[in-house]
């Protein structure tokens, strides 16, 4: 049985040397086709040295099936490779981040999409065809401020199909009963979109390492509710590029533990934002001290 993202599957991964020149052209000319002048939401792809994704992610977005008016924009955050050029044979607007993080990345997009609706994309990740319609339609619902999805990691020799299966069971069980009371907790930034306005008054955190989007939500629910599509529909597919554990399991393992500490404060609603020493971007030392 085959999947939806098989055929992406075809250059995932491979330099972009090796991606056919009809693939590049068909994925040119479809988003040129889609891009709006008075775009309802914004899609902005940010990517740092992604060469061997980002192609891939750019031609499963090109062929979306979205009856609402959208762009497409990328962020380069001052990439050493040919991510530049591959936004640029695209044919769509990009712009070059040169402070390095998601945070920065992130806001710079923001600063200049147009649409009313912000969507993150990460360029090593690739969303089925109604995954922008269906989160449009959430958005579009009285008093939603912010919309977070669901996602899988592709198998592949080191991962079985079964494995990740029951592993995501686990996972989105976890996150969903944590979505009742904190859902900014159960937020990931590569299935995240939001209102622009509101996010324009709550800007990007910069000092953190990690969870500059479920910053942002719990910024964003004082002007509406954080809500969840849990849709196999609206379900992306992302590689391993942010799991630094030998596993899975050891990340479902450390997870477990790290919440188990405070696993009560899942229960309980909160009006602050804490971040710990550990997931702050230490300043740099300008003093020339060896």
């Not at 090796?18 to 990517?47: F, H, K, N, W, Y």
């Not at 040169?98 to 649409?115: I, V």
């Not at 209102?195 to 910024?219: C, K, T």
């Not at 599509?229 to 391993?240: E, K, M, N, Q, S």
Request: include cysteine; glycine fraction near 6%; hydrophobic fraction near 35%.
């Amino acid at each position: 049985m085959s999947n939806w993202y098989d055929k992406y599957l075809s250059i995932y991964g491979k330099p972009y040397a090796d991606v056919p020149q009809e693939v590049i052209e068909g994925t040119r000319q479809r988003l040129e086709a889609m891009q709006s002048q008075e775009p309802l939401a914004s899609i902005v792809v940010i990517a740092y040295n992604e060469e061997t994704h980002l192609e891939a992610c750019l031609w499963a977005i090109s062929e979306i099936r979205c009856k609402y008016p959208v762009e497409v924009i990328g962020v380069d955050n001052d990439s050493k490779d040919r991510t530049a050029e591959i936004y640029q044979k695209a044919g769509i607007p990009y712009y070059t981040e040169y402070q390095h993080s998601c945070g920065y990345a992130r806001r710079c997009g923001l600063q200049h999409s147009k649409g009313r609706f912000y969507f993150d994309v990460d360029s090593d990740t690739l969303y089925p065809p109604m995954y922008f319609e269906l989160m449009i339609e959430r958005l579009l619902r009285p008093g939603v401020s912010c919309v977070s999805a669901s996602w899988s990691y592709f198998p592949d020799e080191k991962h079985s199909k079964l494995g990740l299966t029951l592993f995501e069971m686990l996972r989105d069980l976890f996150l969903w009963i944590q979505h009742f009371k904190r859902p900014e907790l159960s937020v990931r930034g590569l299935v995240f979109a939001y209102n622009a306005d509101y996010g324009r008054q709550e800007p990007y955190r910069v000092d953190l390492i990690r969870g500059e989007d479920g910053s942002m939500a719990f910024n964003l629910k004082k002007y509406g509710r954080i809500t969840f599509l849990w849709d196999r529909r609206a379900r992306a597919v992302t590689g391993y590029g942010t799991n630094n554990e030998k596993t899975l399991w050891h990340t479902l393992w450390k997870g477990i533990r790290l919440q188990g500490k405070n696993i009560l404060r899942i229960f309980h609603k909160t009006d602050r934002y804490v971040d710990t020493e550990d997931n702050l971007v230490k300043p740099k030392d300008n003093s020339g001290a060896q």
